[in-house]
Every structure is written in C-alpha cells, then in structure tokens.
C-alpha cells in the first residue's frame, strides 16, 4: 500500500487523469525514495521477529508505531521432532510461512505439509507419516492440539540417518510489560515510565538514552533469544497527514521540473534525479523536517 494513492497526486498537481505519465513515474520514483530515506514500512503489517536479548529493560522493535503485540517471548521450546530413517545422501527438513518442507536426495518429498491443511502438530506428525521415503515425525510431550502456525521458521537442516530435527514452537509468554506504541519499545516492567505521560509528548523519542532503569528484571542477554508477534504501522486510514503532505510536495517539486524539462519530448527519464543530494538540498526545508521526524535512525 502506497503511502499516497495516484488520485491524491493527480488533486494536489490539479491535473486531469490523462496527463498521468510523468505524475505516475514520479510518484512511484518518491514512494521507493521516501522508504529508502527514512529506513522503514510504513504499511501496517503482521511481524513475526527474533530479538537479540542485551541485559536492558528496553527492547526497540524494528516497526512501529505498534497497532497490537500479539505474544512477547522470553524462549523457544521444541514441539516437534522430524527424522529419515534412511542411511544414505542427503535428507532435508525446513520450515517456512506456508508449512514443513521436506526433500530426499535432492527431489521435494510429495504431500501436503501445509499448516492450512495441517491445522495441529497431531495434524502435521500424521501427514509426514504417511508421506513414505523413511520420513517420521513425532510430536513431543502433550503438544498434539498445538496451532500448526506456532512453528518458526527454520532453514535446511539434515534428517538422514535417524538424525533429528526439532522444530519449536515461543514459549514463555510474558504477561507483564508496558508498550510505547508511537516509538515501537517495549519495556521489562509495567512500572517503567521514560518519560512523564502527562507533560512530555513521546512522539519520536526513539533514543532512551537517559532511562534510568529499575530492579525489576531485564530481557536476558542472549541470541534470537526473543520472539515477538506484532502488528505495526499506519492503517490506510490512520496516515499521518504530515507525511503525506511532505511527500505531495516532493512530488510536486520533482514534476515541475520534469515537466519544464519535458516540453517537445516523447520520453523522459528520472533516473539520477532524486537522489539523496537532491533531497538534502534540492527541496523545501518543511518536507525535510517532516520526513526526518519519522526516519528510523538504528540505536
């Protein structure tokens, strides 16, 4: 979803519809640059993301502003294990958004491993039992009626010869914290406050530098040893208006001189004309300012 639509251009450029070949290639040209500039989505969007642990009350998620956290969680637990009982070449298992992937000596092994079919790991163990070429699967502990989709992410990992696979499930849910939606942070403790509520805006205080924590625990220092299910960015609706302002008039600026540039032609080009020069220095202070309120700058 585009942070602006083609209909908002055409009204701001007040042009007709069939003028649309240079605002189109501009608008598209502006939308890439914007997101490039400012290092991050803006499109509300579903995230399934591991987090490195650092020792801190304070984790900075890469998106934001937060719509809805949907699990904090401080570990993984195996849930289900995959083997090949064969001895021989090679023997893959892998785990991606849609399902479990499965490949003997280098050919797919037939079946349906989906977690649309498979709604449970009871679901997916019977598929893969049934699916032949030594392949076996077993659900660990009581996790038979666990959701199939539970299952993270997982890259080629080798099953010959009775090796085990473990595929994981995030664990260890944590049911106290507190969220700073606009900046994307999700503080260890409900008590945490890095600013005051009531007097400051929070808006664009992505660097706590000055946060002085308490005696209430920390997110352990680890790897990926932090699992978030997350909603974040603007909803259609809820665009910030600034931002689109400042991308309108970007886009303005550009297309006037593409047109003046233009006139008597039957093709044009931008290549080379927005560039990070140009935006520093080619366009109205205001839109610079609105943009870099909302650039994502890694801390």
């Given at each position: ?73 401080l570990s ?156 974040a960015g ?21 297309y006037d ?43």
């Amino acid at each position: 979803m585009p942070i602006l639509s083609i209909d908002e251009v055409y009204d701001f450029l007040e042009i007709e519809e069939d003028e649309n070949a240079i605002a189109i290639a501009v608008h598209d040209a502006m939308e890439k640059f914007v997101l490039q500039y400012c290092n991050r989505s803006f499109e509300a969007t579903d995230y399934k993301e591991f987090y490195h642990g650092l020792g801190s009350q304070k984790l900075l998620l890469k998106n934001y502003p937060i719509i809805n956290i949907k699990g904090v969680y401080l570990s993984v637990l195996d849930a289900l294990k995959i083997y090949n009982t064969n001895k021989y070449t090679s023997a893959f298992v892998s785990v991606d958004s849609l399902g479990i992937n499965l490949e003997y000596n280098d050919v797919t092994t037939a079946g349906d491993f989906t977690f649309v079919t498979n709604t449970t790991l009871a679901a997916l163990e019977t598929a893969i039992n049934s699916a032949g070429n030594g392949w076996v699967a077993e659900v660990l502990s009581d996790y038979d009626s666990v959701i199939s989709t539970e299952l993270l992410e997982l890259f080629g990992q080798s099953a010959i010869n009775s090796t085990y696979v473990n595929l994981s499930i995030p664990y260890n849910n944590m049911s106290q914290y507190k969220c700073d939606k606009i900046n994307g942070i999700i503080y260890f403790s409900p008590s945490n406050t890095p600013y005051d509520e009531f007097t400051e805006s929070p808006l664009f205080r992505r660097d706590y530098s000055n946060f002085v924590e308490s005696n209430e625990g920390t997110f352990n220092t680890g790897f990926n040893n932090i699992f978030i299910k997350y909603r974040a960015g603007y909803e259609e609706s809820l665009f910030p208006e600034d931002l689109k302002l400042a991308v309108l008039l970007l886009i303005k600026e550009i297309y006037d001189r593409q047109q003046e540039s233009s006139v008597g032609m039957q093709s044009f080009n931008l290549s080379g004309v927005i560039s990070k020069t140009f935006l520093i220095k080619g366009i109205n202070s205001h839109s610079l300012e609105i943009l870099n309120r909302y650039k994502n700058i890694n801390i």
